[in-house]
């Protein structure tokens, strides 16, 4: 079967599309965050995209027959997820990413995919098998080559990076707990559409005071700041917190969490690749090396893991009949 016309290699490349549709919000973020306040940038996109969805979504649930989801007993499964993976997690970036080094945030976010690793074996009984540990491992090399300057610029030891060290680590665990929990809502038989605007909502609810009282947000601000930040806000909110989030929702119907997360280690070479693009950044050979490592890693996981494992053991059955 040709690799491209499998199922698989269609999860495989829609994993690749999704962590290259996140690493976006990164530069896209540095060429706004000077002119616009940081909740605006956080929260105003998010409210923007449920805003975009949300007649979506009634047309999705008008064509299926059903109602929009309003009782306690409906909303109760996306209270926690709205308010500890979109808003918590969002302030926890922004705030964690002001008060330390984009190096230290940088290999935080390694975290990840490991946070969802354990939560997924708790929650999902997911299991780390042998094909799995080693692409994690090959993953984690590869971001390690990828990114040896961010960690030669990394500062752990001094304490006034600690408070945004421990924020920021924060964030990466509410992403942790978003991601597994989607998948678990993903088992009840909730709707891409359903998850993304209802999670959505209970966000952008949660950060009204925000853009109210701590750092005000005024439309006229917004409209005078420019084309590049009016356009950075709706590539964020559609792409970003839409489109990608709907995909990756539609890939957890037929990969486990722990699969799926493990494309996350290819966001330092995605934002390396973009950076070059929009802001005229340099990449290296250490990168591709590290890039193509972490490619072949999440191939494994996705593609030919039933293989490696049937592989596996027939090569450890011929070992134990040897001796």
């Known amino acids: 079967m040709n690799l491209f016309t499998s199922k698989k290699a269609g999860d495989w490349l829609l994993v690749l599309l999704i962590n290259f549709m996140w ?12 002119k616009l306040s940081p909740a605006t940038v956080a929260f ?68 990840i ?4 690793a354990l939560l997924a074996s708790l929650f999902l009984k997911e299991k780390l098998n042998f094909v799995r540990i080693i692409s994690f491992l090959l993953a984690i090399g590869g971001v390690l080559i990828t990114s040896l300057s961010d960690f030669s610029e990394a500062d752990f030891g001094k304490n006034q990076y600690l408070t945004g060290n421990l924020i920021f680590f924060l964030a990466c665990c509410c992403c942790g707990y978003y991601n ?6 993903v088992e009840k038989k909730i709707t891409e559409l359903e998850i993304l605007v209802y999670c959505s909502i209970v966000g952008s609810l949660a950060s009204v005071p925000l853009l109210i009282w701590v750092e005000p947000f005024h439309l006229t601000t917004l409209m005078q700041s420019g084309s590049t930040p009016i356009l950075g806000i709706l590539e964020l909110s559609l792409i970003v917190y839409g489109i990608s989030m709907l995909l990756f929702f539609y890939v957890l119907k037929r990969m486990d969490v722990t699969q799926a997360i493990l494309g996350n280690y290819l966001l330092p070479f995605f934002i ?8 005229g950044e340099k990449i290296t050979r250490s990168m591709i090396v590290g890039g193509l490592l972490i490619l072949v890693s999440t191939l494994m ?9 049937v592989l596996f053991a027939k090569k450890g059955r011929a070992m134990s009949d040897r001796e």
């Open 44 to 111: 105003v996109p998010l409210i923007i995209s449920t805003i975009i969805f949300l007649p979506l979504l009634w047309r999705e649930t008008k064509k299926r027959g059903v109602k929009i989801k309003w009782r306690w007993n409906d909303i109760k499964y996306f209270i926690l997820p709205g308010l500890i993976g979109i808003f918590l997690m969002q302030y926890g970036y922004t705030i964690g990413a002001r008060m330390t080094l984009a190096a230290n945030a940088g290999i935080i976010t390694l975290t």
């Open 301 to 309: 996981v996705t593609v030919y893991e039933g293989k490696l494992m």
């Open 272 to 279: 390396a690749i973009l950076g070059l693009i929009l802001l």
């Open 23 to 34: 690493a976006t919000q990164v530069p896209v973020i540095r060429l706004i965050g000077d």
């Open 180 to 185: 597994t929990y989607c998948k678990v809502l």
């Open 113 to 116: 995919p490991v946070i969802v």
